[in-house]
């Protein structure tokens, strides 16, 4: 049982969730918390149960139920009458006591005589209530009306339409060998897929580095990094139950604002939940709570960009860039969606898009869907290899399957062009939860990253999904265009030939020149008989 308190226009919200978790998040992946639909809470006039999802790769029910209920005003040292001032106060407190002293200090506001962060907190509060400002070079100390962080963080996001964010791409740790829950000791093998990643600033300077992933309907943010960048959390006691184990003391985090490519974001929550094997300088996942605000989601593999644009679901095609390859999507129970994905040319297969995943995955279902068993020549056996979990926890996968020549949704697909992906097999407890709706594998970065850009639609009930890739004469026009005209330049052989024989023409004319002509100078025979 999970219990919320929120105060607004003199009611008292109560939000019970019953959360029931099951399954194995396979590959790194987590839960991001989200209720969806999203309910007005001050339209809330009788109790109200709502069906939600606690999204991510756990499956997760969650019934929420909103009453309201008359309260009495908190009577606290910071009360405030308007939401505005609570969100900063939520702010001041989530600072850290050296950033507290900083502020304090430049306002003229003594703290030697404070001992506790609570009289820190206290200080800058008020301050920030009279609306006082950094002293001057005179010492005096100004007054002014300012803009606070509550209010920044409440503006909704600049009005560009379209945005370009810069990503970075981060490869998993090499060979590790971890103990998995089905099997004896496994080794993580590292996958030519990468993880995508952006930056996303806040408002006290610091930065979150986020993984951009579609299996993952909310915002989730490693524990460490909500202690260090001094990010708000609401206890949630409760548990969850996953193959690993079951892992209470649940966190949520509130981020009040954050800046992506200059836009403003938020206020939004954020599960605090350990993100396993993901590279530790990954902060957490940003998921499809932030995508589909956009009518169309392009991540750019080729030039390391993540474009979104709020207005339009087909812009023009990439420059020098060709569909390769398209499709429809469902959206699953859980809230993530699902593509038919053809391999090899041979039957379809219903796979997770999920961009965060580093590894395209198969179970069982995905195999017979294939055409293809255990016995045949096309599926070998694995030697203690595993995927690791969010929480931890490594399964084994048993089996693998070693795509040779293409994966498509419609038209000619990506061809690997000679080069082979291999596809680990295994019993994966996530896809079980899916077992209703056919899903037999995950799509991962691996193959992903053989297009240029990737394009989704990903907000609606229906979404589609499109590969752009160069193609050879494409490519072979852009050459040369770049290269200039070898008559122009000499090869490296007669660069490096033409000073020597450059030196032989030289000494040439320079002989000719002190020789006598042949026909003057008697031969030694001729001098000898002349007497």
Known sequence: MIFFSSYSSGWRVLVFCQITFSAFNVCREVSAFSLLPTVPLSNLATPRTVSASFVGRRNCNINVHFCNAPYNKRMSLFSSGSDEEEAMLSDIKAMRVKELKVELKSLGIGTEDAFEKEELVQRLFKAR???????????????????????????????TSILSVPLTFRSLDSFRSVDASNSEEVFVRPSPGQFATLRADLPNGKYLTLLVDTACSGVVLRPSSVRNLGIPTFKAPGSMTAAGGTVGNTEVAQINQMIIAGNSFGPMPAAVQDIGALPSVMDGIIG?????????????????????????????????????????????????????????????????????AAATLFNWKGISDLGLSRNSPEISLNTNVGAVGADNVALRLTHRYVLNRSFNFEGTGVDLEGDTVNIDIGDIPVLDVLKGEGVGGILGADL?????????????????????????????????????????????????????????????????????????????DTAAEEP
């Open 129 to 159: 209530k009279e609306g006082r400002v950094a002293s001057s070079s005179d010492g005096t100390t100004a007054t002014t009306t300012t803009k606070t962080t509550a209010q920044t963080a409440a503006s909704p996001p600049s009005s």
């Open 288 to 356: 499809l709570s932030f995508l589909n605000q956009f009518a169309c989601v392009d991540i750019d593999f080729a030039n390391g960009k993540l474009i979104l644009d709020k207005g339009n679901a087909n812009p023009p095609i990439p420059g020098g860039l060709s569909i390769i390859s398209a499709g429809t999507m469902k959206l699953a129970r859980i809230g993530i969606w699902i593509a038919d994905v053809t391999f090899d040319g041979r039957s379809p297969v219903k796979m997770l898009v999920d961009t965060g």
């Open 448 to 524: 992903f990253m053989k297009c240029d850009v990737v394009r989704l639609n990903l907000s609606g009930g229906s979404g589609k999904i499109a590969l752009f890739k160069q193609t050879t004469d494409q490519k072979q026009q852009e050459q040369k265009q770049h290269e200039t005209p070898a008559q122009n330049f000499p090869s490296a052989d007669t660069a490096a030939e033409e000073p020597v024989a450059k030196r032989e023409k030289k000494k040439k004319r320079q002989q000719e020149q002190y020789e006598t002509p042949a026909q003057n100078v008697p031969s030694v």
